[in-house]
């Protein structure tokens, strides 16, 4: 059966530019995304024309500079925007979620001149980004990554391989990390890959449990020539760059997952309601009925975190502990509450005709991307008590 339209969210917003905003999504994720997400995640259809449509509706760019053509919206909306995509379908949502994280390097780092060359089109021109890290022997250890960029002239030759790509094949332009120096974290350097680059191709996408519609592969860079007016900072500072790309980034996979969540929910509830067993809605059930309330309560409590942390980054004020909390808690809920989704409509649960299964499996990614859960709890000990090994 096709997937149920996400039920309004109760949002305290901080302007009324943001109420409109959060009304476009909604109109967009009701008609464009919602009625084909189930057909065409379930075919493995990554929804290209939707991504145009979010650019030209000025919402691949919320959180950026209006100079360069992003919306300068604070991340306490952004992330909401994020959320709202993520209940409609989280192929889309975490697309928008990896664009943005690909498109920080340069809007945070780049010279003026690279701004204005590159980040209109990237911003709003229809373009997609990827974002490259991860390799196939470094993934929580991100600071043993082996790609290596030579300096040749003007010009820098990058040869190695990075794994788990959102959008591998796909986009159009890959910020990419590779060793230009010394082993360890100091000898990494942040780098803009137009996608058409001569020597980059993608491996066949992998093959995933879940979110089918967002393509992940492996990218590989033999021999690849950029000038070194794509390089992004100071050589050596691409680590650096990364991590503090990362602590945003896991801020919008924190509020996809309480996306995922409150779809979960709202099928819950539905389903309880309409669902009659012994004479009466399974939803007057009081171990239902307590299932449904404490999935309520673990969604408003990782939403309050995620906007908790959203509200510190734009003041400007340190967030990197909240952003790893909010990641931490919002996908474990995520995973929690649409367990409890597929067992609140018990076989039907588990059956492909409804989106209970499908939210399952999808939420299981999101303790994985951009740190595990376990990385995570690693980074807010070093906050609480310090490096190890001192």
Not at 65 to 83: N, R, S
Not at 201 to 209: F, I, L, Q, R
Not at 291 to 296: P, W
């Amino acid at each position: 059966m096709p997937d149920r339209a996400p039920q309004p969210v109760d949002r305290q917003l901080p302007t009324d530019e943001a109420r409109d905003l959060i009304s476009l999504v909604r109109e967009i994720a009701l008609r464009e995304i919602a009625p084909s997400a189930a057909e065409e995640e379930d075919a493995g259809r990554f929804p290209r024309e939707v991504f145009a449509l979010l650019s030209e509706s000025g919402l691949l760019g919320l959180p950026y500079d209006t100079e360069h053509g992003g919306g300068e919206q604070p991340y306490e909306v952004y992330l909401q925007v994020l959320e709202e995509l993520a209940a409609a379908r989280l192929t889309v949502g975490l697309g928008v979620s990896v664009h943005t994280l690909a498109s920080y390097a340069l809007a945070a780092y780049g010279t003026k001149e690279q701004q204005a060359e590159h980040l209109p089109a990237m911003l709003g021109g229809g373009l997609l980004g990827a974002y490259c890290l991860s390799e196939p022997a470094s993934g929580s250890d991100a600071a043993s990554l082996r790609t290596k960029a030579v300096r040749e002239g003007d010009d820098w030759v990058i040869t190695g391989t990075k794994a788990w790509i959102t959008h591998g094949g796909i986009a159009d332009f890959y910020t990419v990390m590779a060793r230009t120096g010394e082993d360890g974290p100091r000898g990494i350097t942040a780098f803009l890959v137009p996608g058409g680059a001569e020597g980059l191709s993608a491996a066949v996408p992998e093959k995933k449990m879940g979110l089918k519609g967002s393509p992940t592969a492996q990218v590989h860079l033999d021999g690849v020539r950029v000038p070194d007016t794509r390089r992004i900072g100071d050589e050596g500072q691409g680590f650096a760059i990364a991590l503090s790309a990362l602590d945003s980034g896991r801020l919008g996979i924190a509020a996809c997952a309480i996306g995922v969540a409150q779809a979960a929910l709202d099928e819950a509830v539905t389903y309880a309601a309409e669902r009659r067993q012994f004479g009466k809605p399974i939803a007057d059930f009081q171990g239902v009925r307590f299932m449904l309330a404490d999935m309520a309560t673990q969604i408003e409590a990782g939403r309050a975190l995620y906007l908790t942390a959203a509200r510190l980054r734009d003041a400007g004020l340190p967030f990197a502990k909240q952003a790893a909390m909010a990641k931490l808690h919002c996908t474990d809920t995520a995973m929690r509450v649409t367990t409890d989704a597929v067992q609140i409509l018990g076989g039907y649960g588990y059956t492909a005709d409804f989106p209970a299964e499908r939210y399952m499996r999808e939420a299981k990614v999101l303790q994985i991307v951009e740190g595990t859960n376990q990385i995570q709890r690693m980074v807010i000990a070093r906050h609480l008590a310090g490096p190890e090994g001192r």
